[in-house]
T-cell receptor, first 118, second 114 residues
Framework: GESVGLHLPTLSVQEGDNSIINCAYS??????FIWYKQESGKGPQFIID?????DKRQGQRVTVLLNKTVKHLSLQIAATQPGDSAVYFC?????????????????FGKGTKLSVKP | DAGITQSPRYKITETGRQVTLMCHQT?????MFWYRQDLGHGLRLIYY???????DKGEVPDGYVVSRSKTENFPLTLESATRSQTSVYFC?????????????FGPGTRLLVL
């Protein structure tokens, strides 16, 4: 099975509320994590990333938290808006030792659909 | 900016036919990737290319062929399409393929094999 997965396949929130999307990974060697947003009919769009030497990173209205102890990643969206409705998925980078870790395999999760109710 | 484009956006073909999906990027990125996206799976890497004339297999390469004669183009060919290749195909590119390098995705090609 895949090493990256999501706890909830769907999430429905009220406009203005905060959203939290979770992701579990199983490879302790993963050194880099990315959250993507994918709107219907479009390609994935980069939202935010975090390196394994960090536990929190903030962007505009989004925060990613990394808990390496339990291999858990979360995406927090503040003041969720209708335009945030999309599928969100995480990806982990597993470095390839033969390249000294500079290259890696990017493994994608299946995604969580976020629906924002006006 | 133009970024990364894919064509066609939608394609219907029959089993056994050859199909080529096109990918073009305007950033002169060294790395390009082909993924397929299916329900119940995350994006899965088919092939990637580190530079012109350099390609390598990803997780699910069987049934696909790629080429990279020019840096900006990375076509994906299904030599004899099968129904299991019905999927949404995404092309992506990045300047490097390092641990902290972001991949930029095209809009996708939706392929139906009858």
């Amino acid at each position: 099975g895949e090493s990256v997965g999501l706890h909830l396949p769907t999430l429905s929130v009220q406009e203005g509320d905060n959203s939290i999307i979770n992701c579990a990974y199983s490879n302790s060697a993963s050194d880099y994590f990315i959250w993507y947003k994918q709107e219907s009919g479009k390609g994935p769009q980069f939202i935010i990333d975090i390196r394994s030497n960090m536990d929190k990173r903030q962007g505009q209205r989004v925060t990613v938290l990394l808990n390496k102890t339990v291999k858990h990643l979360s995406l927090q969206i503040a003041a969720t808006q209708p335009g945030d409705s999309a599928v969100y998925f995480c990806a982990e980078n597993i470095p390839l030792p033969i390249y000294g870790g500079s290259q890696g395999n990017l493994i994608f999760g299946k995604g969580t659909k976020l629906s924002v109710k006006p | 900016d133009a970024g990364i484009t894919q064509s066609p956006r939608y394609k219907i073909t029959e089993t056994g036919r050859q199909v080529t999906l096109m990918c073009h990027q305007t950033w002169s990125h060294s790395y390009m990737f082909w993924y397929r996206q299916d329900l119940g799976h995350g994006l899965r890497l088919i092939y990637y290319s580190a530079a012109a004339d350099i390609t390598d297999k990803g997780e699910v390469p069987d049934g696909y062929v790629v080429s990279r004669s020019k840096t900006e183009n990375f076509p994906l060919t299904l030599e004899s399409a099968t129904r299991s290749q019905t999927s949404v195909y995404f092309c992506a590119s990045s300047e490097r393929w390092e641990a902290q390098e972001t991949q930029y995705f095209g809009p996708g090609t939706r392929l139906l094999v009858l």
